[in-house]
């Protein structure tokens, strides 16, 4: 990611070039996407148009084995290595400023390993659309800053929870597990350090007796290379208890921590700053479970005081997993089969694509569920969940993108497909094929829908996924991908090889008699699937 906003998008383009310059492998020779084949050895390639005929197999094997000997076979996708996280941030307003009740720039409040290296921007997807402030008045009683600093309201899943997904320059995803947690300024969380100027971070038993008080959220982030969401968003609320619990014990002193479940690491009434990092110390390097394996986290002030139990996925899908569980549900709540199916072929056929919400919860779910719909393919352009207003101007880049925004911005290109959730609106410039065998597909699709919608609670956003929507929803999930699947199940059948080298052999896709082996009612459809990334990255693999 860039150090600015031109910079991150200079980035962006960078890669998506690199991405679209079909069988240009790491080493990036200048090689046009045009009638270019993929280089990747050992992999299927794709052929584009050509004036070559597809007869002359020895010609187009030829050609292939140029270009791989030009250009070096491209790596897999690197498994993740680390920690259980890389880093945990606060991100919010500091004390000694004095802010307006306008949109202020968020600043990092604390950061924990303190040396970790933060990627540019990262602060901004904790608040993309800034930090907002109010003033609560006070009473005699106090009562609206206790409800404040000791309501349990704090350990709901809600739309205060949300996931932002970030690329470094190594290609590794990172994903920003976040909570958002309204705070009053004139106070920090006991961990973080005091700095000069600035007011204790422990009130006194009786709070100052000035007549309001400005409060403003902050957001509690975990950065990790693993999408244990489940687990990680128990890390936070477990954070979020043991400052409960010094909450309760500096504002209300006839309680005391002793009279909370004891399952901390220490039993003393007043918090002490080593105690939540050295929480998060021993979770950071708890062993990071295998495939299948599990691990038990003991949580501070557990009610129940029994670990959390988090099981691993085994290979081959544990992102998909984990946002199956995440974000399908929200996805079917918010959206009717048929805005779903115009926004799924718009992300199939690689369009550029904006989600607006202003629940940042439901924005990421929606827009990071098209991960795990799409499957057998992989999406290939850029995803960015929550789009921080600052770099709004990503909208304008030349590549295809899906993106989520909170607002809407003051233009939208208008070759942007645009799912307003706010307004209630969509814009969908251009009329895409539509799926071939649909009926096959609905016959499968509407049951499992229609089971799903059933497990809604009137007016109750699900948040928090039960063990029958997961199911369903990886059900739903399964009945695309073998759909998709379907529609190549004679792919081998339109490829030839040349095994003349016997350890270098080629084989390359024929596009053009697939296409005419089609239904003339479907060629539409393949037409503009075959164009895209996302088929060449499958017909790789």
Not at 158 to 165: A, C, E, R, T, V
Not at 399 to 408: D, H, N, V
Not at 481 to 496: A, D, G, Q
Request: hydrophobic share 35%; charged share 25%.
């Amino acid at each position: 990611l860039g150090s600015s906003s031109s910079g991150l998008a200079q980035n962006l383009v960078a890669r998506s070039a690199e991405n679209n310059s079909l069988g240009v492998a790491e080493d990036s020779h200048d090689v046009k996407a045009s009638g270019a084949l993929d280089v990747h050895e050992e992999r299927v390639g794709a052929k584009s148009h050509s004036p070559v005929p597809e007869e002359d197999p020895a010609h187009l094997t030829d050609q292939e084995r140029l270009s791989r000997m030009l250009h070096g076979a491209k790596g897999n996708m690197k498994a993740p290595e680390g920690m259980l996280y890389e880093y945990f941030l606060v991100v919010g307003l500091r004390q000694k400023k004095i802010y307006t009740d306008a949109v202020n720039e968020p600043e990092l409040l604390f950061k924990h390993p303190p040396d970790a290296p933060l990627l540019p921007k990262i602060i901004d997807f904790c608040f993309p659309d800034g930090v907002k402030t109010r003033r609560l008045q006070k009473t005699n009683s106090f009562s609206s800053l206790y409800s404040l600093v000791c309501s349990p309201t704090q350990f709901t899943h809600s739309s205060n929870s949300f996931i932002f997904m970030l690329t470094t320059d190594t290609k590794d995803v990172l994903y920003g597990i976040c909570v958002k947690k309204e705070e009053s300024l004139e106070h920090y969380p006991s961990f973080i350090p005091e700095e000069d100027g600035e007011e204790s971070h422990i009130s006194p038993a009786i709070p100052s007796r000035k007549m309001q008080f400005v409060v403003a959220p902050r957001v509690y982030c975990l950065v990790s290379r693993y999408p244990f969401f489940p687990l990680h968003f128990d890390i936070l609320y477990g954070v979020f208890a043991m400052e409960h619990v010094n909450n309760v014990s500096t504002y209300l002193p006839g309680l005391r921590a002793d009279d909370f479940p004891q399952s901390s690491p220490e039993k003393n009434s007043k918090m002490e700053i080593p105690q939540v990092l050295t929480f998060l110390e021993k979770f950071r390097k708890t062993p990071v479970p295998s495939p299948g394996q599990s691990i038990e986290i003991q949580l501070p002030y557990s009610t129940n005081n029994k670990p959390v139990e988090f099981t691993r996925p085994f290979d081959g899908g544990e992102e998909e997993e984990a946002l199956c569980d995440w974000c399908i549900p929200i996805l079917f709540y918010f959206l009717s089969k048929q805005e779903f199916y115009r926004l799924f072929l718009a992300c199939l056929f690689e369009k550029k694509i904006v989600v607006i919400c202003s629940d940042v919860r439901v924005l990421s779910s929606i827009v990071l569920s098209f991960i795990p719909m799409l499957r057998p393919f992989l999406y290939q352009s850029v995803i960015i969940p929550i789009l921080p207003r600052a770099l709004d101007s990503l909208l304008d880049a030349p590549f295809s993108y899906l993106i989520g925004l909170t607002q809407k911005p003051v233009a939208v290109p208008s070759d942007v497909f645009v799912c307003n959730l706010n307004e209630k609106t969509g814009r969908f410039p251009q009329q895409l094929p539509e799926f071939p065998r649909l009926n096959q597909l609905e016959a499968e699709f509407k049951k499992l829908h229609k089971e799903l919608k059933s497990t809604y609670k009137e007016g109750e956003i699900p948040y928090v996924t039960s063990s029958k929507q997961f199911r369903l929803s990886k059900q739903i999930s399964s009945v695309f991908e073998n759909h998709l699947e379907s529609y190549f199940k004679t792919f081998r059948n339109y490829c030839i090889r040349d095994l003349s080298v016997m350890n270098k052999p080629i084989t390359i896709f024929m596009k053009e008699s697939f296409l005419d082996s089609q239904p003339k009612s479907e060629q539409p459809f393949f037409e503009a699937l075959l164009a895209t990334q996302m088929f060449y990255d499958y017909s790789d693999r």
